[in-house]
């Protein structure tokens, strides 16, 4: 069984109010804040409650359930003026029916230099927020605005430093993207909400052998390129990132040469991919490792992957498995360290699955999960019969490849239309082609997706999600919706029988806090499924 539950995004916008004052033609600083001559620019921070997992890189902080308190800004204002100058100050945060804001401070007053247009140039350079004071030393960095130049620019439309005109007399509001990360090793993901778009970080690994011209099989020292080829032009996310010199070596107590899987974040797709175009391209180079492998020839591997391809490296436990990339020319298997593999050697691993082939109930192909629903002793990625029913996998009914009934799939129940939206919002899980609405989405437990109005994906709605510890249907809204229709269809394996999961006409609950849906899911689901969902959500104060 797997729970879904459906989370609505609660966006939080903290705006900082700054002030600036011109200077007048006899050179006089107008300082009164009740002039017409004052500015006010409110910069705004994009935050959700549901940031909470991803890779930690460089400075980003750890992710935090805290409340945010403070934000500590570093800014520079009329570069190049006899105005010019530099402003670090820490802000409180208040917030007001479920928005954040920046408390008015006095010395955000930014005078404007340029008498002519009444304008002044102003450069954030550092955006952090607080979950205390941060002149006291336990208070926490629980989100933090990227630098352009870092690791993680790349995945915010508007890096730092991020330079600005204000204009005296009037108000301005700028919107600063930060991202918040957890470090959890391997098992990694994220959600940033910048703008009411979630901006999705999911972790992908890497693991390599190299091949010499005899055919041995080496563990591999390698660096990686990693480019966003979506969209209308690439887009570099790393460059030449070499092999962590922490992450491999050689174990003197086991005589092996050995290498760590090398993790990174990407993004979801965010020019609108659909879950089986290629977007991220790995070029992996190989390197030289001296001790393991004689110098190489300079070769060079590109992996392209698919947003179903990234999820479905999500094992159903929450931890990754790697992408294994062969410097070989050919495709036979290896069992590192310089050594032919020999598939009667109990205690190689041919299939490279950390499982040696004494133990793996399919030595050939990589299966770390050992999945076996008849128990018949042969692995279900490379058992003919699944579920031992004496139908071979590929005469079976849609469906019904995994259900031992050999009756199964002999009828199945369409799932009803979705009733008009009407004066309600139409939504529908991220990634979904509101042109094609027949393509599935694949979704793992551990990756929730968010919800998004028909192909705006400027207003998230919130976020569905699977857990496989449990049998029900949970969706809950925020305070200002509920919802009215759903339709939920769940696939296994594409191809197979469609589980349906319907209701409609659905009322508000009295009780705010209380789930909008609580229903059984039928259906036995795991690790990647497939899903088609689609609702119309309504405010509460149409009712």
Sequence with gaps: MILLRKYLAIVAVFSLFFTSCTKDEEGTLINDPGSESFAELSLGANLNDFVNRAAVKQSIPDCSSDAPAYAHIELTHNAGTDLEGVINVNVPILSEDGSFFTDYDEDL???????????????????????????????????????????????????????????????????????????????LYGYQFFDLVPEVLHEVCIFANYCDDDGRHYTA????????????????????????EDS?????????????????????????ETSTTEYIRIIATLSNWEGNYPTPAEEEIVLNLTWSQIMESVREDGTIDYFHILFCDDDDPGNGNGEECDPQDPAADCDNDTIPN????????????????????????C??????????????????????DPTCGDSVAECPTLPSAGDCERVYVAGTDVTDLTEWIAI????????????????????ISFDADGDMLLINTNTSFYLKDYRLEIVDELGDAITCVYEDDLTAPEDTNEADVDVE?????????????SANVCSRSDT
Excluded at 261 to 272: L, Q, Y
Excluded at 364 to 374: C, F, G, I, R, V
Excluded at 521 to 533: E, I, L, W
Aim: aromatic share 12%; net charge negative.
């Design 109 to 187: 007053k930014i005078p404007v230099a340029n008498a002519d247009d009444k304008t002044a140039t102003v450069s954030v350079t550092t955006f952090l927020v607080y979950d205390g004071d941060p002149d006291d030393a336990g208070s926490t960095v629980i989100w933090a605005a990227p630098a352009t130049t870092s690791e993680y620019g790349a995945f915010v439309n508007q890096g730092l430093p991020y330079n600005f005109p204000i204009r005296a007399g009037s108000k301005k509001y700028v919107d600063i993207e930060v991202l918040c990360f957890d470090d959890r090793e391997v098992n």
């Design 221 to 244: 020292n390698y660096s990686l390129e990693v480019i966003y080829i979506g969209g209308d032009e690439d887009k570099t996310l790393y460059t030449s990132m070499d092999l962590p």
């Design 248 to 272: 491999y070596g050689f174990d003197e107590d086991t005589g092996d040469y050995y290498a760590d899987p090398f993790c990174f974040a990407v993004p979801a797709p965010m020019f609108d």
């Design 358 to 381: 004494g133990q793996d109930n399919c030595p050939a192909t990589p299966n770390t999960d050992q999945a076996d629903l008849d128990e018949d002793g042969i692995g279900d990625v």
């Design 383 to 404: 058992d003919s019969d699944i579920d031992g029913d004496d139908i071979l996998n590929e005469n079976e009914n849609p469906g019904c490849v995994r259900d031992p």
């Design 444 to 463: 793992t437990d551990s990756e929730p997706l968010p919800i998004f109005i028909g192909n705006n994906t400027t207003v998230a709605l919130g976020l």
């Design 521 to 533: 899911v039928a259906g036995d689901f795991s690790g990647t499924v497939y899903v088609r969902f």
